[in-house]
């Protein structure tokens, strides 16, 4: 089965495609797949711009005839006493070209007065599936944390160096154990189980 990720992040692509890598699913970017695409994400949650994203795609797909699965995600961090922010404005929340470095800045500064204890946060994921015959799936993960008073470890993304979980930042915790408890883990374990079950 092939599968279009609706995005051209690289580092989304290589987690969902290490998560994948044990099924018969072949995972394309949708620069691979021959779609050049930007959704404007105006959606206020992350289910209306996952959805936003992989219709895109999928408008694409129908007008050159190309059958397959599209898949979309929009994902962030939620900070409990920051009212929920940055959201789903996770990406841009420094500003619209913002390194993951400027982003990290933004969010300690926030939280430079939080005390330990009331520094929770989450990792949110909605994925948008849409099957060959154009139906749509909503499949949603979560995993718990608190916000690190300071950047740890090497390994990830975002605002991984900061997002404490169990003892570690999950920018020390190897890829393999990150991606078999993130939200984007939970999230397409639920896809994966549908797209199985259809291929039967």
Known sequence: MKLVLATNNKNKLREIREMLADTQIEVLSQKEAGFDADA?????TFAENAAIKARCIRNMAEETGISC????????????????????????WAGEHASDADLIAKLLHEMREIPDGRRGAHFACVMC??????????????VEGEI?????????????????????????????EKNAVSHRHNALVQVTAFLKQSMK
């Open 40 to 44: 404007d994400e105006t959606g206020s």
């Open 69 to 92: 699965c599209i898949l979309a995600d929009d994902s962030g961090l939620s900070v409990d006493a920051l009212g929920g922010a940055p959201g789903v404005y996770s990406a841009r």
């Open 129 to 142: 599936l849409i099957t060959p015959d154009g139906e749509e799936h909503l499949f949603s993960g979560k």
């Open 148 to 176: 690190l008073h300071e950047i740890r470890g090497e390994n990830g993304f975002g605002y991984d160096p900061v997002f404490g979980y169990h003892g570690r930042s999950f920018a020390e915790i190897p890829a393999e």
